[in-house]
């Protein structure tokens, strides 16, 4: 059974980087796609981006400017940084797995706030 | 990209059917036999109900069911229990440069 946990800081300064790292357990990070997706407060679900293990990535069209997506294959990892944040960027940020188009497995979520 | 449309909310009796809709464009949900459903009970990680349209990962129950026609996607709970209190959530493939597309969502609540 895969595993994931996100971490990283939860209060971040506008105009500043947020970056969160996702570890991967229970199962390979190698051969498969691992994605971000956040949800901000009273709002729904929004795809952030993905990677395939060997370092490939694909973003949100709308993100895609200040995001940047990796992977460490020998920490199981995947990371999530995206600059020049606001206040619209706070939100629930979750790390899954992806399978074709969908997600079969999920992290818990961290709050991440951007606030001066 | 617009967000999938879903009712906001929906509720039902124990032991009762409930349906929640999810519709999108011929750009998405008309276009690909691509949408999935997640319960998501709040605090918790997310998890995968249904993936491409009708199938059940192992472990879903089978009294979760999902279906489309044309531009919207519908996800059936039949023999409603209360753990099934959650919210949910659908998405849908949309093409190569926008990958996925998520709905709203709907929160259930079990009378």
């Known amino acids: 059974q895969v595993q994931l946990q996100e971490s990283g800081p939860g209060l971040v300064k506008p105009s500043e980087t947020l970056s969160l790292t996702c570890t991967v357990s229970?199962?390979?990070?190698?051969?498969?796609?691992w994605s971000w997706i956040r949800q901000p407060p009273g709002k729904g679900l929004e795809w952030i981006g993905y990677?395939?293990?060997?370092?490939?990535?694909h973003y949100n069209p709308s993100l895609e400017s200040r995001l940047t997506i990796s992977v460490d294959t020998s920490k199981k990892q995947f990371s999530l940084k995206l600059s020049s944040v606001t206040a619209a960027d706070t939100a629930v940020y979750y790390c899954?797995?992806?399978?074709?188009?969908?997600?079969?497995?999920w992290g818990q979520g961290t709050l991440v706030i951007v606030s001066s | 990209q617009s967000a999938l449309t879903q009712p906001p909310s929906a509720s039902e009796s124990p032991g009762q059917s409930v349906t929640i809709s999810c519709t999108g464009t011929?750009?998405?949900?008309?276009?690909?036999?691509?949408v999935s459903w997640y319960q998501h009970h709040p605090g918790k990680a997310p998890r995968l109900m249904i993936y491409?349209?009708?199938k059940r990962p192992s472990g879903v129950p089978d009294r979760f069911s999902g279906s489309k026609s044309g531009n919207t996607a519908s996800l059936t709970v039949s023999g409603l229990q209360a753990e099934d209190e959650a919210d949910y959530y659908c998405?849908?493939?949309?093409?190569?440069?926008?990958?996925?597309?998520f709905g709203e969502g709907t929160r259930l609540t079990v009378l």
């Open positions: 229970g199962g390979s990070i190698n051969s498969n796609y």
């Open positions: 990677i395939f293990y060997s370092g490939s990535a």
């Open positions: 491409e349209v009708n």
């Open positions: 899954a797995k992806k399978t074709g188009t969908y997600f079969d497995y």
């Open positions: 998405t849908s493939y949309a093409g190569s440069n926008n990958f996925v597309v």
């Open positions: 011929s750009s998405d949900v008309g276009g690909y036999n691509s």
